[in-house]
């Protein structure tokens, strides 16, 4: 069965700090992993995907099929990045399951 | 706004109750998704359509839950004989299946308080 786990549930580093939060799958076939973000009173919002191999707001993410994890990553944290973080996983583009999300604090 | 639109935004109602809760999602979208959050958890998914046809219910939809999306536009989630467990925030979400790089846009949610 597919699923996203993410191991913290509150994360909190200081401004200027690296960041990085985790998150780990299970699929038998070729996963779609994805990272959605929900800022303070705004909806929930793609931030970036393992296709793409982008960087969005200074985050980038490593798919790594050997441990099977997603960690979202950013080298220098920001106060505007707090917000509450998910990982999803695309099963043959059909569902998205969604980790239970990961709330980053950044401390000034 | 030309984002997923929800309706209503809060509903609380009587256990035993039958609620029902409205998606526009964005003209242009085939897929129409929806999903269940409760504190503490991520989104669950529910069931989603492609244009008018529903493609997958999740096994979380009891009975007590139907969706439809009648004209492949707007879709409607209703649930009979609410209770307390039903108490969550009802996410929609669309997406265009056609794009290279497929991504959900969700609505702000329905908050359901069954008392």
């Known amino acids: 069965a597919q699923r996203v786990t993410q191991p913290e549930k509150l994360l909190s580093v200081f401004k200027g700090a690296p960041v990085e939060l985790k998150c780990n799958y299970s699929y038998s076939g070729s996963p779609e992993l994805f990272w959605y973000v929900q800022y303070s009173r705004q909806r929930l919002q793609l931030l970036l995907r393992h296709i793409s191999r982008e960087s969005i707001k200074g985050f980038t993410a490593d798919l790594n099929k050997g441990e099977t994890s997603f960690h979202l990553k950013k080298p220098f944290a920001q106060e505007e990045d707090s917000a509450m973080y998910y990982c999803a996983l695309s099963s043959g583009g059909n569902q998205f399951y969604f980790g239970t999300g990961t709330s980053l604090t950044v401390i000034p | 706004d030309t984002g997923v639109s929800q309706n209503p935004r809060h509903k609380i109602t009587k256990r035993g109750q039958n609620v029902t809760f409205r998606c526009d999602p964005i003209?242009?979208?085939?897929?129409l998704y929806w999903y269940r959050q409760t504190l503490g958890q991520g989104p669950e998914f529910l069931t989603y359509?492609?244009?008018?046809?529903?493609?997958?219910k999740s096994r979380l939809l009891s009975d007590r839950f139907s969706a439809e999306r009648p004209k492949g536009s707007f879709s409607t989630l209703e649930i009979q004989r609410t209770e307390q467990g039903d108490s969550a925030m009802y996410l929609c979400a669309s997406s265009d299946r056609g794009q290279p790089n497929e991504k959900l846009f969700f609505g702000s949610g329905t908050q359901l308080s069954v008392l």
């Open positions: 359509f492609q244009n008018e046809a529903q493609l997958e």
């Open positions: 003209s242009e979208h085939n897929r």
